[in-house]
C-alpha cells in the first residue's frame, strides 16, 4: 500500500510563482533551498512541486543526486536532461541538424543524443535552448541534494554547465530556465552561493520550511477518534523530532493497534514512541563519538558549535580544543595540539563521515543530526563555544 502524503499545495503555488516569475531577478540566478535531512524535500519537490510547475506549463526536469551514490553526479545530471531530451522529437531533429545529420531515424536518436553533454560536440547549454525553443516554454532543473554535486569534477563541470544554460536560455529568444537547489546541509548549499568562483555564486539561498500546524492536524485527524490527539500536543514532540515526519508516523502507528484508548494514554503510547526512536538515534550517534580519539572528540565538538564561525587551525580554537580535553572531559592531554594534529584530526573526522570538506577545505558537519545528538549529551558545552572574532575578545 502507498504510503499517503500530506500534500503542501499552497506551498508549491507560492514557490512556484516565485520561480517562475519573470521580473524576479533571484529566480532567474537559481533559488537554493535547505532543510536538514528526513523533513520531506525530496516528497514535498516531486509530489507537490514538479505537479505544480507542470501545470503551470514549465518543462521540469529532476534530479536527485543522492538517488544512487555509486553513479558520478555529473553523469546523473547528464543522464536526467538526456532522457527529458529524449522526449520530444523536434529537439532531437534540431539537434541532428546543427550537429551535421540531415536525415535522423531511431538509430539517430541515440547517435545524436550521444553527441550532447559535457566537452561533446553540442553543449547542455545548446540543447537546453533547443528544448527551450522548439517546446516555447519554461525549463525548471530541479536539482535535490545539489551540494553532492561538487563531491567529484564531472558534477561540478555540470554545474558550471547548467549556470552556462541558465544564462543563455534567460536572454534574448529562448524560454527561460530555472534551477532550483535543495540540500540537506545548508553550509554545503551556501558555499555554493558564497564562494566566487562556484557556479552559482550569489544565487538567493531561502530556509525550505519544515511542515506545520496543517501537517500535525492531518496527524491527529488519522489517529483512532477515541485517542483525540490534539495538534498542541503533538507539537513539542514534532518540534523534538527536528520537523521529521517519520517520526509522526511512529507515533501514530503506535496507536494504530487500538481503537479503545483514552485520550491520556494516547498521548502517552504517542509520546513514548517518539521518545523511543529519538533516545535510540541519539545514543547510537553519541555510541560512535565516544569511539573517537580525545582530540578528535573536542574538534568535532568545537566545529559543532561554532557552525561557520569555526576557524580550526586559530591558537585561539587550539587552546579551546585543549580546554574542551581537560576542562570538560577530565582527560590529559597526551598529543601535541598543533595544526598539523588537529588537521590529521580534521582528516580522520571526514574518513568516518562526520564532516564534509569542501573543494575550498573548509570542513562543515555531515547533516544527520550529529549537532543535535551532541546538544542533547549535552556535549555542546560553554567551553565548545568559546570562539575569538576577528579582533575581538575571547567569548
Ligand atoms: N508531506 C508528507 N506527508 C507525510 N509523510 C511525509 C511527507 N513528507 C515526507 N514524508 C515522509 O518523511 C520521510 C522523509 O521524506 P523525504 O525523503 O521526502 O525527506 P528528505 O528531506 O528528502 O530526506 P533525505 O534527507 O533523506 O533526502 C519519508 O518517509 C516520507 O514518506
Ligand atoms: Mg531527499
Redesign the pocket.
Known amino acids: 500500500m502507498p504510503?499517503?502524503?500530506?500534500?503542501?499545495t499552497a506551498l508549491a503555488q507560492e514557490l512556484a510563482t516565485h520561480i517562475l516569475d519573470d521580473d524576479l531577478a533571484p529566480a532567474r540566478s537559481g533559488l537554493f533551498l535547505g532543510?536538514?535531512?528526513?523533513?520531506?524535500?525530496?516528497?514535498?519537490l516531486q509530489?507537490d512541486l514538479c505537479p505544480e510547475l507542470k501545470r503551470r506549463g514549465a518543462i521540469v526536469i529532476y534530479i536527485d543526486l543522492?538517488e544512487d551514490l555509486d553513479q558520478d553526479p555529473g553523469d546523473v545530471i547528464i543522464e536526467a536532461i538526456l532522457g527529458e531530451l529524449a522526449q520530444h522529437e523536434g529537439v532531437v531533429m534540431r539537434l541532428a541538424r546543427s550537429a551535421g545529420l540531415e536525415r535522423v531515424n531511431m538509430a539517430g536518436v541515440a547517435f545524436t543524443l550521444d553527441r550532447v553533454g559535457l566537452g561533446k560536440q553540442v553543449s547542455l547549454a545548446k540543447a537546453l535552448a533547443a528544448l527551450s525553443d522548439e517546446c516555447q516554454r519554461m525549463i525548471v532543473l530541479i536539482v535535490?541534494?545539489a551540494q553532492h554535486a561538487n563531491t567529484t569534477e564531472k558534477g561540478s563541470t555540470a554545474l558550471c554547465a547548467m549556470k552556462a544554460a541558465r544564462d543563455k536560455l534567460n536572454m534574448g529568444p529562448h524560454h527561460g530556465l530555472r534551477i532550483v537547489a535543495t540540500g540537506?546541509n545548508r553550509d554545503k548549499l551556501a558555499v555554493m552561493v558564497a564562494w566566487k568562483d562556484q557556479a552559482f555564486f550569489c544565487a538567493p539561498m531561502k530556509e525550505f520550511p519544515p511542515?506545520g500546524v496543517d501537517?500535525l492536524d492531518?496527524i491527529c485527524q488519522r489517529a483512532p477518534a477515541s485517542a483525540a490527539l490534539r495538534v498542541d500536543a503533538v507539537a513539542r514532540l514534532f518540534k523534538r523530532s527536528g520537523y521529521?515526519?517519520?517520526w509522526m508516523?511512529d507515533g501514530l502507528s503506535a496507536l494504530a493497534a487500538r481503537d479503545d484508548w483514552t485520550p491520556a494514554a494516547a498521548a502517552a503510547a504517542f509520546e513514548e514512541a517518539v521518545e523511543a526512536r529519538a533516545d535510540l538515534r541519539v545514543q547510537g550517534l553519541l555510541g560512535l563519538v565516544g569511539l573517537l580519539s580525545p582530540l578528535q572528540s573536542a574538534v568535532l565538538r568545537v566545529l559543532a558549535a561554532q557552525g561557520r564561525r569555526f576557524v580550526p587551525f586559530w591558537d585561539r580554537t587550539l587552546e579551546t580544543y585543549r580546554l574542551v580535553i581537560e576542562v570538560d572531559d577530565g582527560n590529559k592531554v597526551t598529543e601535541p595540539i598543533s595544526v598539523e594534529s588537529v588537521r590529521l584530526a580534521l582528516e580522520a573526522l571526514k574518513d568516518k563521515g562526520f564532516l564534509w570538506r569542501s573543494p575550498h577545505g573548509v570542513y562543515t558537519l555531515e547533516e544527520f543530526g550529529i549537532r543535535e545528538a551532541l546538544e542533547e549529551g549535552r556535549l555542546l558545552t560553554a567551553s565548545t563555544q568559546r570562539v575569538t572574532l576577528m579582533g575581538s575578545q575571547a567569548v
Open positions: 504510503v499517503s502524503i500530506f500534500h503542501r532543510a536538514r535531512r528526513r523533513t520531506g524535500k525530496s516528497t514535498f509530489q543522492w535535490d541534494e540537506s511542515l501537517f492531518w521529521r515526519p517519520e508516523q
